[in-house]
């Protein structure tokens, strides 16, 4: 039995796409879960579109989310030879024939189809012509002879058996008039050459399945398994496009979303195990199955996103979420000062608790990584003569603790409520206010104990 090989095959004409992401995901567990191998094909025939900028952006997603291709990126444009000579096999086994239509001609076809309401589909002129009627000023397409007559069935791992009408496919180009190969030429040439066994793709490919079917077939090469995966949609229900926000792993590292939530959240985009929704990396691998994946499109559930990430963030090791902090903050925020990491490396075990994001861990630890606090005129008219009695009368009484923590602070708190007949929000929030610049944030005891004496009564002398 062959040994099972997927491969994922984006081109660099934009930025990976979150779509892109999960049929990646699927193709690598796939692979790994069968002992097998995944590839990275970039297919960058499209010159004017394909950017550099686009490649290094793919590969640094996939290595972001953890998604390892074996080998080095299989590069399509340097392969182009070998499409070209594939074609002229076809052609040579009278399997594709040269079309010398000219573009007005397939114009008048497509314009002709659209006001009559139909599919366009290329009317095989050239199919049975004589070469020797052809045009001298035009250069040939080489078109690939589809099937005329009958069914074809494709065996779908996804959406089960698949059939089609012949007749419906056309004579598609695999060659186009300057002698570059199309998409479909291109993409079976390449499986066939990287000996791939399971090709997964988004269900929007399935009538290319078909055409690289038959050149499988005209080649006599053994055809690879296919699965197609509904697509992403948006909220809205619509086909998610490279314009939707948060379309890109960029939109979600930028607001502090973690690559193993992410991929936990797209693993779980379309595919389900009993009732389980948290995977780790090795659980992924070891249930990973097509009979999992659902047959209709998923919604992109940006609340699901949060609420995974808030698991991960409250259950990963305490070390490893201070390092992705750390590295978040250096590279959308600016980085930690070695004075702050201590500090915030002991309060990061309640930073952490009213966080869904690495960005809130960020916006709730404000208070220590600024030494000088900026409240903001709402909060600022919170604090009346009450408050600042309560916050000066706190002071006199913390100055003489000799142990700064909760068992010493709370019964201040509780003596300042029972003084100033009011209640804990009395208490805590003007003295958040004064200590972090809001109202909202940490605990009240956390903010005090993280801070110290010295710097409490320092900051709320400024009121």
């Not at 619509?238 to 992410?262: F, N, Q, V």
Request: aromatic share 10%; charged share 30%; with cysteine.
């Amino acid at each position: 039995m062959k040994k099972v090989a997927t491969r994922f095959a984006p081109s660099p004409t934009g930025p990976l796409h979150i779509g892109g992401v999960r049929t990646a995901l699927f193709n690598w567990l796939f692979s790994k879960n069968q002992n097998g191998s995944f590839y990275l094909r970039i297919e960058d025939t499209d010159k004017e579109r394909s950017k550099d900028e686009y490649k290094d952006q793919i590969v640094k997603s996939l290595i972001w989310i953890g998604i390892e291709n074996d080998g080095d990126e299989y590069i399509q444009s340097t392969k182009i030879q070998n499409h070209i000579k594939v074609a002229k096999q076809l052609l040579d086994k009278g399997l594709a024939y040269k079309c010398y239509c000219s573009n007005e001609e397939i114009e008048e076809q497509k314009k002709r189809a659209k006001q009559k309401k139909i599919p366009y589909i290329y009317d095989r002129k050239w199919r049975d012509k004589n070469e020797s009627d052809a045009p001298k000023d035009v250069k040939p397409t080489i078109r690939f002879k589809s099937k005329i007559e009958g069914t074809s069935i494709l065996k779908d791992l996804v959406q089960g058996d698949v059939e089609i009408q012949n007749n419906t496919i056309e004579d598609f180009i695999i060659l186009r008039n300057d002698g570059s190969p199309t998409y479909n030429l291109s993409a079976s040439v390449d499986d066939h050459d990287m000996n791939i066994t399971h090709i997964i793709r988004g269900d929007d490919h399935k009538i290319n399945t078909f055409k690289q079917m038959q050149i499988y077939q005209a080649m006599n090469w053994e055809v690879p398994t296919f699965a197609h995966i509904p697509l992403i949609h948006t909220s809205e229900g619509k086909k998610l496009s490279k314009r939707d926000k948060a379309s890109t792993l960029d939109d979600y590292s930028k607001i502090g979303i973690l690559p193993e939530a992410l991929r936990n959240y797209l693993l779980r985009l379309g595919w389900s195990y009993k009732d389980k929704e948290i995977f780790s990396k090795e659980e992924s691998i070891k249930y990973f199955n097509f009979e999992g994946i659902g047959k209709s499109p998923s919604k992109l559930d940006f609340n699901r996103i949060l609420s995974i990430n808030e698991h991960y963030i409250k259950n990963i090791d305490e070390n490893d979420l201070f390092s992705k902090f750390q590295k978040y903050a250096q590279t959308y925020k600016y980085k930690i000062s070695e004075d702050k990491t201590n500090q915030l490396k002991q309060s990061l075990g309640f930073l952490k608790n009213k966080a869904k994001t690495l960005e809130d861990i960020f916006k709730n630890s404000q208070y220590l990584l600024n030494d000088t606090v900026k409240i903001n005129q709402d909060d600022l008219k919170l604090i009346d003569e009450k408050s600042k009695k309560i916050i000066k009368e706190f002071i006199e009484k913390i100055l003489n603790l000799n142990n700064f923590d909760r068992s010493e602070l709370e019964p201040i708190v509780k003596s300042l409520i029972s003084k100033f007949d009011t209640n804990f929000k009395g208490v805590g929030q003007p003295l958040r206010i004064v200590l972090t610049g809001s109202r909202f944030g940490p605990g009240i005891y956390d903010i005090l104990t993280s801070l110290g004496k010295v710097q409490v009564v320092e900051r709320l002398k400024n009121i």
